[in-house]
């Protein structure tokens, strides 16, 4: 096979078995003061044995010009072959011999500018780990899968999915503002996140490649009339096994990086991944599990986590309830309940759990002038969160009440006391025109 200008020579340092079909090579620049090479791997055969002809998938500029020029410089070398299926070896083989660069990306010994990655690991199809988070987010930082130049127009007119909980206009406001200042320069932005392949995964009618990520950005860039940005493309390949779940869950850390053009997630975003993963696997949002699938993909801050669980927990539980919203007793509210389910021999009264004072309960009892032998008292709850608490300490509230019933006489009180709950929902639907 006839071999570019650039290259002086092509030797193969090793067998070559009839199933190989994937390859190990390194360039040697003869003309360069430390004779710098560049390593790296290939899934298929070689061009003389059926392959398509490859010279590699440098990002270094400099790299490249050189192999496409004219001057003859390069050898080529073939240190190893294996069948395809021990790709994973490989990645591995190459990743050892560039770990004999320091800092590579700084390092005139070699054209390579990253340590390339580990194989991917064998994960869990719907859950992250943080093994599959680490390898992940070395493939990106190491820009194996990142495109340059890609045009914002045509970007923008792809399939999109929002893995926020909400868009921020004030968001894409605040992106425009820096790009205009930097006269539509979108090199500071993150790269545009896009999934190679899984269109059908996500509802659309064909497998089409879907943007995931920094669609603020993109948004943004549109609107300043930028005409390029970066990608960053994963594979079909590296996640055709994953569920949508996993894939969304991904996506949603892309969101963790702080550059000051990244929208931070809100606990509206993590209670979004958290009823996701409720809904697709049982799992709940106050879990150990859904807590660290949480932490792999926001990296949130504790507090946030904690905010973003009690939300979850409310929206999970206005699914079961349908159109429903968690209902805030007014005072006016509970007087009325109380005035009106009271009679003659009932005492109603209500309190709310999270300010639940066991002397006021006592007090309407002593106070009530119809003497009244039974005493139910409705609580209302802020939220489930306050509700579940309050039926973990019910019982003992009651016990303490009686006790108090019980001071000071000989035979125990013909008192009965009560606890019910007043019902936390109603319709999140208000009609125009009731006054409501």
């Given at each position: 096979m006839k071999l570019p200008p650039s290259i002086i020579e092509k030797n193969i340092l090793c067998d070559l078995p009839d199933n190989y079909g994937a390859y190990l090579y390194r360039f040697v620049d003869t003309k360069h003061p430390q004779n710098a090479d560049y390593t790296g791997i290939k899934k298929d055969k070689l061009p003389e044995h059926g392959g398509k002809p490859y010279w590699s998938s440098s990002k270094n500029d400099e790299f490249k010009e050189l192999v496409q020029g004219d001057e003859p410089r390069f050898k080529l070398e073939i240190l190893e072959v294996v069948s395809s299926d021990q790709w994973d070896y490989l990645e591995l083989k190459e990743r050892q011999i560039l770990k004999k660069y320091p800092d590579i990306k700084n390092n005139p010994a070699t054209y390579n500018l990253s340590y390339g990655i580990p194989p991917m690991p064998n994960v869990d199809n719907d859950l992250l780990s943080e093994e599959y988070i680490e390898w992940f987010d070395e493939a990106i930082k190491s820009g194996k899968w990142t495109s340059e130049k890609e045009s914002v127009a045509e970007l923008y007119a792809m399939d999109k999915i929002q893995i926020s909980f909400a868009d921020s206009a004030e968001h894409i406001k605040d992106i425009k503002a820096e790009l205009d200042n930097n006269g539509g320069n979108t090199s500071d932005m993150n790269p545009v996140l896009i999934f190679e392949g899984v269109g059908k995964k996500f509802g659309f009618d064909t497998n089409c490649d879907v943007i995931v990520g920094s669609r603020h950005g993109l948004t943004a860039a549109k609107q300043a009339k930028a005409i390029y940005m970066k990608t960053n493309r994963v594979p079909y390949e590296v996640i055709k096994e994953k569920s949508e779940l996993f894939l969304r869950n991904l996506a949603a850390h892309d969101n963790k990086d702080e550059s000051k053009l990244k929208k931070l997630p809100t606990k509206e975003d993590g209670a979004k991944q958290l009823v996701n993963l409720y809904n697709e696997k049982g799992i709940a949002p106050d879990s150990d599990i859904a807590r660290e699938q949480l932490k792999l993909i926001y990296q949130m801050k504790s507090r946030t986590t904690t905010q973003s669980v009690k939300l979850a927990k409310k929206l999970i539980e206005g699914q079961r309830r349908g159109n429903q919203n968690w209902?805030?007793?007014?005072?006016?509210?509970?007087?009325?309940?109380?005035?009106?389910?009271?009679?003659?021999?009932?005492?109603?009264?209500?309190?709310?759990?999270?300010?639940?004072?066991?002397?006021?309960?006592?007090?309407?009892?002593?106070?009530?002038?119809?003497?009244?032998?039974?005493?139910?008292?409705?609580?209302?709850?802020?939220?489930?969160?306050?509700?579940?608490?309050?039926?973990?300490?019910?019982?003992?509230?009651?016990?303490?009440?009686?006790?108090?019933?019980?001071?000071?006489?000989?035979?125990?009180?013909?008192?009965?006391?009560?606890?019910?709950?007043?019902?936390?929902?109603?319709?999140?639907?208000?009609?125009?025109?009731?006054?409501?």
């Open positions: 209902k805030d007793y007014t005072p006016n509210e509970c007087k009325e309940i109380s005035e009106k389910r009271s009679t003659d021999t009932e005492l109603h009264t209500t309190s709310p759990s999270g300010y639940y004072d066991i002397y006021k309960i006592f007090t309407k009892i002593v106070d009530d002038v119809k003497q009244r032998k039974y005493c139910v008292v409705w609580m209302h709850h802020k939220d489930p969160d306050g509700q579940t608490t309050w039926h973990s300490r019910q019982k003992d509230e009651l016990e303490k009440l009686y006790k108090i019933m019980n001071i000071g006489h000989k035979e125990k009180t013909e008192m009965i006391i009560e606890f019910r709950t007043l019902d936390p929902w109603q319709s999140d639907i208000t009609k125009t025109g009731t006054g409501d």
